[in-house]
């Protein structure tokens, strides 16, 4: 099945004859190839460019094993780019990681008159550091992410509510979308880490110790949107009995490793009253729910973890950035000391000069529940919106101080719930 990625085309079409290489990024099989070489390319045809015009190659096939070679490549898009006819030509290029000197050989294309390029990759140092460095400010990132929950709803049809809970499990990767049956989509999902994730930060990092790379990643899956840092990693190897096990250093390479790959991300803990970062320790989350859970064989799939990591991959999906807030609060204790109390907004999430509070809060049974969910946004003394969100279906409101209150589904399907 084709399923729509509304946002995507949406930024890639509003970026076309920018000046500027458009880098689609993400994890692999998370749909990047066909956004670039199906969908877009569709666009180009509909919207008049002759296909003379698109030029386009995916360097992860065998075929194009020779044309890795950037003089090879250099010549054969050339040659191909004068064959074309008037008008503006397209450059399509899939996992151009592949490719040799790939930024000189971009930024040669980017230079010629009339030519808009476009690349995919599956490494997030492509962008941040090659693109960022070697093109001066001349790549232009669309960072693409597995379905949202949106879009896995709309492909999936049916009631909203049995998506979610097939969402929370198995995840957005699109080809486990379109299988049926459970058993397949588990075994996808696992071979998936497996065979490409893991093998190819292994062979891409030359990793020594396959064995190491893998308990750091099971450590994150277990302990995922947990407080962390790569010490207290290593701590827990060493505190297993066999004393052994990465050291901080390695640990704190292999996350990065997995950051780069797009298969966690890391939010940093913000002091909201005092306006700065604290630093370590971090919460890691997931890309994608069902990979992580995949990881887990299935064994750890708690409702209100998986429900902080799909709240945290739709904030994402929006194009906010998202921290961890801390608020310090000054009490008086029995003696009528002063003490001073931290309490933690699951989410602080920015756009330019906007800003909202989410609290990820499952459910609110009772007042003690509610004041302990609220108690940490009705102590930040600003006028940017704050929302809890809990999983069960309740009609959208605000209480007397001022917090939006309303379900999961509905906060993931309304594009504008957080009305920043």
């Not at 110790?209 to 308990?215: F, K």
Request: glycine share 8%.
């Amino acid at each position: 099945m084709e399923i729509a990625r509304p946002r995507y085309m949406e930024e890639l079409i509003a970026k076309k004859d920018n000046g500027l290489v458009k880098v689609v990024t993400g994890v692999r099989r998370c749909g990047k190839s066909y956004l670039l070489l199906n969908m877009f390319r569709r666009h180009l045809a509909e919207s008049g460019v002759a296909s003379g015009n698109i030029v386009e190659l995916a360097f992860d096939r065998f075929s194009s094993a020779p044309l890795r070679d950037p003089h090879e490549f250099y010549s054969w898009v050339t040659a191909r780019l004068g064959e074309a006819g008037t008008g503006e030509r397209y450059v399509l290029l899939d996992e151009v990681q592949l490719l040799g000197r790939f930024e000189e050989v971009l930024i040669d294309l980017m230079a010629m008159p009339g030519v808009d390029v476009y690349v995919t990759g599956s490494n997030a140092r492509l962008l941040s550091r090659d693109i960022a460095t070697e093109f001066r400010g001349r790549g232009d990132e669309v960072a693409l992410r597995p379905l949202s929950f949106s879009e896995y709803a709309a492909a999936r049809g049916g009631d909203p509510q049995r998506a979610y809970e097939e969402y929370s499990v198995y995840g957005g990767m699109p080809a486990a979308l379109s299988m049926e049956d459970a058993g397949e989509k588990a075994t996808y999902l696992q071979n998936l880490f497996g065979e490409i994730y893991v093998n190819d930060l292994v062979e891409r990092k030359t990793i020594r110790s396959v064995g190491d790379l893998e308990a750091v990643i099971d450590v994150l899956s277990s302990g995922m949107g947990s407080l962390t840092n790569p010490k207290r990693i290593s701590d827990t190897f060493k505190s297993a009995g066999s004393g052994k096990g990465p050291g901080p250093d390695t640990v704190r390479a292999y996350i990065e490793h997995l950051k780069d790959a797009f298969i966690v991300e890391e939010a940093k803990r913000y002091d909201v009253k005092g306006r700065k970062y604290i630093g370590s320790p971090f919460k890691y989350y997931f890309c994608d729910l069902g990979l992580r859970n995949a990881r887990m064989n299935f064994r750890q799939v708690e409702p209100t973890h998986a429900m902080e990591n799909v709240v945290y991959n739709e904030l994402r999906s929006r194009g906010l950035g998202v921290d961890v807030g801390v608020v310090t609060r000054y009490l008086r204790d029995e003696e009528g000391k002063q003490v001073r109390q931290h309490t933690e907004i699951d989410f602080v999430c920015n756009k330019g000069d906007k800003r909202c509070y989410v609290q990820s809060a499952y459910a609110m049974p009772d007042a003690a529940k509610r004041e302990q969910e609220e108690t940490p946004l009705a102590s930040v003394d600003d006028s940017f919106r704050k929302v809890v969100v809990v999983r069960d279906p309740v009609v959208p409101r605000y209480d007397d101080a001022g917090i939006l209150v309303m379900g999961v589904i509905d906060f993931l399907l309304d594009p504008d719930s957080l009305a920043m």
